[in-house]
C-alpha cells in the first residue's frame, strides 16, 4: 500500500513561486501519478500527471507553461513546479496514483492512494 504526503504549499502573493513535493513511503517508480487540486465549492480538477514509463508529462491548459511535474524515483518523491501564480490556483493541491499503468489520463476516478493535500494561496 502506497502513502503519499504532500508538502510545500503556502501563501505567495501573484506572479510568485511554490514547489510541491509528494512524498511515498512506498515505491511508486512504476506508476503513472498525477496532482489534483480543489478550490472552495468546486470539484476536484486536473492539474498535470507524470507517466513512470519515459517520463512524458500533461498538462491542464490552464496550467500550461507555468507548472512543471517532474519526480525524483531514487528519493520516492514527485514534484509540482509553481511559477507565475494566479490567485484563481487558489487550492488544496493533492497527489495520487494511477491506474492505469500506460495512458496519462486526467479523470480522478483514474487515480487512487490520495494524499491530505497541501494548501496553496495566492494573493492579489
Known amino acids: 500500500q502506497v502513502q503519499l504526503v504532500e508538502s510545500g504549499g503556502g501563501l505567495v502573493q501573484a506572479g510568485g513561486s511554490l514547489r510541491l513535493s509528494c512524498a511515498a513511503s512506498?515505491?511508486?517508480?512504476?506508476?503513472?501519478m498525477g496532482w489534483f487540486r480543489q478550490a472552495p465549492g468546486k470539484e476536484r480538477e486536473f492539474v498535470a500527471a507524470h507517466r513512470w514509463v519515459g517520463g512524458s508529462t500533461l498538462y491542464a491548459d490552464s496550467v500550461k507553461g507555468r507548472f512543471t511535474i517532474s519526480r525524483d524515483n531514487a528519493k520516492n518523491t514527485l514534484y509540482l513546479q509553481m511559477n507565475s501564480l494566479k490567485p484563481e490556483d487558489t487550492a488544496v493541491y493533492s497527489c495520487?496514483?494511477?491506474?492505469?499503468?500506460?495512458?496519462?489520463?486526467?479523470?480522478?476516478?483514474?487515480?487512487?492512494?490520495w494524499g491530505q493535500g497541501t494548501q496553496v494561496t495566492v494573493s492579489s
Open positions: 512506498g515505491r511508486t517508480s512504476s506508476y503513472n
Open positions: 495520487a496514483t494511477s491506474l492505469f499503468g500506460l495512458s496519462l489520463t486526467r479523470s480522478p476516478r483514474d487515480y487512487t492512494n
